[in-house]
C-alpha cells in the first residue's frame, strides 16, 4: 500500500534489507496483519509439516520408484515423529534440526542418521523453492554425506561355501548363488531371471532390473556356472524362472540356513552378498566404471 511505499523510500537499500530479514521472521499473523494496515504484502499461511510432506511425496512419487519413496517415508518418519504434523515448517530452524540429529544417533548409526537427514534436506529445499520457506535451509549445517556403514560385513569364501552346504535343495542354492556370485538385488532380479537370461557359451547373465529400468549383462564365474548347472538339470521341462519359488518367507528361511551353516547372522542378510560382490570385484581390480555397470547402478 501506499503507507509502505512511504516507509520504504525513507529506508534505503540497507534497511529495506534488514526489515525483509525480520519480516522473514515474524509470525504469519502479525505479517498479515501489518498488510491489512499497508505496510507490507500479505503471507500465505504456512503449511504444517504433515500437509507438507504428503503432498511432496505425492510429487516424487511421479518420477521415483515406489521403493524409493518407502525409503523417503522412512526417512521422514522419524522426522514427524520428533517434531509432530502440526509443527508449521517455519518453526523448525537450524537448532531445532540438529536436536533432531542428535535424538536419531540415540539409536541410528552415523550412517542412517546421516540418510535420514539427506532425505529431510531435500525435502525442506523443495519447501524453499515452492516459498514455503523463506529461510536458510534447517538442514544445511547438519552432515548429510553418505558414509559406509561400520557394521558392514563381508560374506567369506568358506561361509559361503557353507552357506550353498546349508540350503535344503537346488532352489535355495540358485538363489545364495546368484546374490553372492553375480550381486543380484533380491526379489527384484533374483526371483525374475530365466534360463533364457543365461549364455552358457560367454558364461553370462542378462538382468532386468526393475528398480532402473535398465538391462545389464553381468559376467558370471566358474562357481555360479557350477551352480546353475546343479539347478538346470533337475528344473522340470516347463521351468522358466531360475530360482522358481515364491518372495514370501525368504528372510525366514535364510535365517534357518544361516543357522545350519554354524553362523551368525549379519545386519541386511541379503544386502550383504551384493556388497560382498561389488567389494570382491573392485579388490580384483575391476573398474569401478565396469562394476557399477555389472551391479546396475545409475
Not at 500465505?44 to 511425496?57: D, S
Not at 536458510?136 to 561400520?150: D, E, Q, R
Amino acid at each position: 500500500g501506499r503507507r509502505g511505499e512511504i516507509a520504504l523510500a525513507t529506508l534505503g537499500i540497507a534497511g529495506i534489507l534488514v526489515a525483509a530479514a525480520w519480516l522473514a521472521a515474524v509470525d504469519d499473523a502479525i505479517v498479515n496483519r501489518m498488510a491489512s494496515m499497508g505496510l507490507c504484502s500479505a503471507r500465505a499461511a504456512c503449511p504444517n509439516l504433515g500437509v507438507a510432506f504428503e503432498k511432496y511425496v505425492q510429487r516424487r512419487a511421479v518420477e521415483l520408484k515406489p521403493a524409493s519413496i518407502t525409503r523417503i517415508q522412512a526417512s521422514v518418519k522419524r522426522l514427524r515423529s520428533f517434531f509432530g504434523d502440526c509443527v508449521s515448517l517455519r518453526t523448525i530452524g537450524p537448532a531445532q534440526a540438529k536436536d533432531w540429529r542428535l535424538s536419531m544417533l540415540k539409536e541410528l548409526s552415523e550412517a542412517s542418521t546421516r540418510t535420514a537427514c539427506q532425505t529431510a534436506n531435500a525435502f525442506f529445499a523443495d519447501a524453499i523453492e515452492r516459498g514455503l520457506l523463506r529461510a536458510k535451509n534447517p538442514l544445511a549445517a547438519v552432515p548429510t554425506t553418505a558414509i559406509a556403514s561400520k557394521r558392514e560385513h563381508r560374506i567369506t569364501s568358506a561361509q559361503t561355501r557353507a552357506l550353498l552346504d546349508a540350503c535344503p535343495n537346488t532352489k535355495w542354492r540358485a538363489l545364495v548363488g546368484l546374490l553372492r556370485f553375480a550381486g543380484l538385488r533380491c526379489p527384484s532380479e533374483t526371483h525374475s531371471v530365466t534360463w533364457a537370461d543365461v549364455n552358457w557359451e560367454r558364461n553370462s547373465l542378462t538382468v532386468f532390473a526393475p528398480k532402473t529400468g535398465q538391462t545389464r549383462t553381468i559376467p558370471i564365474c566358474a562357481d555360479l556356472i557350477a551352480i546353475l548347472n546343479d539347478a538346470a538339470s533337475v528344473a522340470g521341462d516347463g521351468a522358466t524362472t531360475i530360482v522358481g519359488m515364491p518372495t514370501n518367507n525368504r528372510h525366514r528361511g535364510l535365517k534357518a540356513i544361516i543357522k545350519r551353516a554354524g553362523l551368525n547372522e549379519w545386519p541386511k542378510m541379503f544386502q550383504m552378498f551384493r556388497q560382498t560382490r561389488r567389494s570382491e570385484w573392485l579388490d580384483a581390480g575391476v573398474p569401478a566404471a565396469y562394476v557399477n555397470a555389472w551391479m546396475g547402478h545409475s
